[in-house]
Structure formats: structure tokens, C-alpha cells
């Protein structure tokens, strides 16, 4: 496969402090807003300027925009999230959910995903070893989405589904599977999030020692 030059699109204008500290995870996505192809092409685009160990490259992205192929997804989806539920909690329906639960939302993308305008599945074709090598494409994919006013939100699968969305995509076993990130456009808005301080989150030269900030 030959390397080509990718240049930056006049559309990712804003700047990167400002894509990485109003980016949040967007779980309500506007299910009649679709999101372009020239969209989608730059998103993979920045995707594809991360680093990789060596120069491998070997994240891949299978993009999903049918709205058919989306819906069967979402349903396969729904099951591996409650399915993720029941293995940590035992929970097995939203009653099970404490109220105030840091669940809620994600709860509801399990339900609204089956409408989501795109999902992309991040991939690799060099096995359990290069997910070091597919997350700062990742990062990348995420923050460009953001820069486009674009909400995305990286999700993950449980192995009760894995076979039936290799089957459902036709994907070599031998390509590992990492995440999958839905796109929408938001319903609601991008803005801070609150975090740990790096004062706490943070050593400094060895591990007991605060950095100076602290």
C-alpha cells in the first residue's frame, strides 16, 4: 500500500485547545441531521496523522452510515451493553439502575444508538498487540469530529455480540476489534467538563512526590 501526503483541511479551524477542552462525551445524537461524506473523510483523514509504533499503521475504520445496517447494529448494541451490566452488577433492566447513576446516559444511548446518522468501528489488522498503535487515531478521529461540531463518544462491545457483528460486517477474524464510536450531530451542546486536578493525578520524579502545581 503506497503512503501518500494528506494535507489540512481548511474546515479543522479551530484550535486544538479548544477541540480538546470543550470535548465531551455525546451520548444524544440528532438522528435527522446526516453527516456528509466530505465530513466523514476529513474525520479519518486526522484519524489517519496519528502516530503508530513504527510507522505500522495498523488501525482501520469500518464506517456504518445504513440506516438498516445502523439499526441492527444498535440492537446487537443494546444486548451487549446490558449484557456488560448484568456480568459487573447483576443488573438486567433499567429499574436496576440507581437513580443519579453515572449509567443513565450511557443507559440511553444503548436505547437511541438503533438512530445514530453514523458509527465507525475502530480496528487493526496486527492483533492485540497495536491497540497502543489505534487509540491516538482514535483521539484524533474524536477531536476532528469535535472541531466539525460533531459529537461523538468512544463505546466499546461485550463477546456475547463480537461474532454476530463479524458475521453482521463480513470482518476477517483476524482483524482485531478495539471500539466503536457513534457521530451525530448533538442534541444539546459541547462545553467543560469537570476532571480530577493533575496536582492529584499527577507524580513527580518518583511516585509519593507531588508535582510543583500541587
Known sequence: MEMIRIEAPPELDMPVGEAMFTQRAIRR???CRPISESHLKIILDAASKAP??????????????????????GKLYHEAWWAKRRDEYGWTGKDDIPRGSVYEMPSRLADEIVDAPAIILALSVDGKQAAHSVFPPVQN?????????????LTTLHAQVMERVYAMFEIPREVEFHCCIPLGYPRGRFGPTKRYPTSETT????WTAKPPWA
Open 29 to 31: 445524537l440528532d438522528p
Open 52 to 73: 503508530s509504533g513504527g510507522n505500522t499503521q495498523p488501525a482501520r475504520f469500518l464506517v456504518v452510515r445504513n440506516k438498516d445496517r445502523i439499526r441492527e447494529f
Open 141 to 153: 478521529l474524536l477531536l476532528a469530529a469535535r472541531a466539525l461540531g460533531i459529537g461523538s463518544v
Open 203 to 206: 507524580s513527580w520524579e518518583r
